[in-house]
């Protein structure tokens, strides 16, 4: 059974950081394609950074620069280290990887920048 389980939201100050965790169960982590989206409500669900097998990455524009996506194979968890936070960056972050052709998404876990 695949299992995704996100950690490490809260509430943050406009600059901020905080740091996401997702720990993985049921798949061969290390071969796969690891993801994060976010969503607030009223809008569709948006990639935030996504990191291959290989340790590549992709980030989504808004982010670029101050978000970094990492990978640790061991521990099988994929990390979003989140910093100079804004207020658009407030949402529910979700961690996603497919697996023989189906999307398996963790319960997110809520981000908030407010002061």
């Known amino acids: 059974q695949v299992r995704l389980v996100e950690s490490g939201g809260g509430l943050v100050q406009p600059g901020g950081s905080l740091r996401l965790s997702c720990t993985t169960s049921g798949i061969n982590f290390k071969i796969h394609t690891m993801a994060w989206y976010r969503q607030t409500p009223g809008k569709e669900r948006e990639m935030v950074a996504t990191?291959?097998?290989?340790?590549?990455?992709n980030y989504a524009d808004s982010v670029k620069g101050r978000f970094v996506i990492s990978r640790d194979n061991k521990w099988n968890r994929v990390s979003l280290q989140m910093t100079s936070l804004k207020p658009v960056d407030t949402a529910v972050y979700y961690c996603?990887?497919?697996?023989?052709?189906?999307?398996?998404w963790g319960r997110g876990t809520q981000v908030t920048v407010s002061s």
């Open positions: 996603t990887t497919k697996w023989r052709g189906t999307d398996y």
């Open positions: 990191i291959n097998s290989d340790g590549g990455t």
